[in-house]
């Protein structure tokens, strides 16, 4: 058990339509990254909330972007959609520990994009 | 990844030892991991080591770091078919909690 629940597993959305990826963390991490993994690839640093602020934020454009809420959930935006989109999302959250644990990470929402 | 570098395939014979290589380029990097992915799944924490750190046991699994050369391996012992799954190594530097990862060893194990 990941503690780390991401929804939907799988979703299907048309090049340049909006999609919302929703992440549930472990009570108590206050920290969430969000990763991008395309197929054969490690994941990729989208970007990383804290307390329900960004900071940090990888080589991904301003069409995604992200949201954190108190209850330790959070949301992966992506507005217009494109085919290289398609990939494994991972949700990745952690407490102040996390220099010595690492991030526990979600199963994954898998997104085609078509 | 951002120059963090993985070998693409690793083939063993169950109960034979499996060691996945990894090299990273940042000097900078305070600690390194190993994540394992099994199909469908999310990425599970194996074992870390910090930089100051030459070798790290964990039951069948060793980490040894050449920091010099900037390289990371993973050792399993007694290699069983429910260790394939695809390993990637990460580091994380200085800058906040952001990992790099390598694209992963598919690790294959034949019975």
């Known amino acids: 058990e990941t503690g780390v629940t991401q929804s939907p597993t799988h979703l299907i959305k048309t090049r340049g339509q909006q999609v919302t990826l929703r992440c549930s963390s472990q009570s108590g991490h206050n920290t969430v990254s969000w990763y991008q993994q395309a197929l054969g690839q490690g994941p990729q640093f989208i970007f990383q909330?804290?307390?329900?602020?960004?900071?940090g934020r990888g080589n991904f454009p301003p069409r995604f972007s992200g949201l954190q809420f108190p209850n330790y959930s959070s949301e992966l935006n992506v507005n217009a959609l494109e085919l290289d989109d398609s990939a494994l999302y991972l949700c990745a959250s952690s407490s102040v520990d996390a220099v010595l644990y690492g991030y526990t990470f979600g199963s994954g929402t898998r997104l085609t994009v078509v | 990844g951002e120059d963090v570098e993985q070998s693409l395939f690793l083939s063993v014979r169950e109960g034979d030892s499996s060691v996945i290589n990894c090299t990273y380029t940042?000097?900078?990097?305070?600690?390194l991991y190993w994540y394992k992915q099994e199909p469908g799944a999310g990425l599970q924490l194996l074992t870390y080591i910090f930089s100051n750190m030459d070798m790290k046991q964990d039951q069948r699994l060793t980490v040894l770091l050449n920091k010099k050369d900037k390289h990371l391996s993973l050792r399993i012992a007694d290699t069983q078919t429910g260790d394939s799954a695809i390993y990637f190594c990460a580091e994380r530097r200085n800058n906040f909690n952001k990992f790099y990862f390598g694209s992963g060893t598919k690790l294959n194990v034949k019975p």
């Open positions: 909330y804290y307390r329900e602020e960004e900071n």
């Open positions: 940042d000097s900078s990097s305070t600690y």
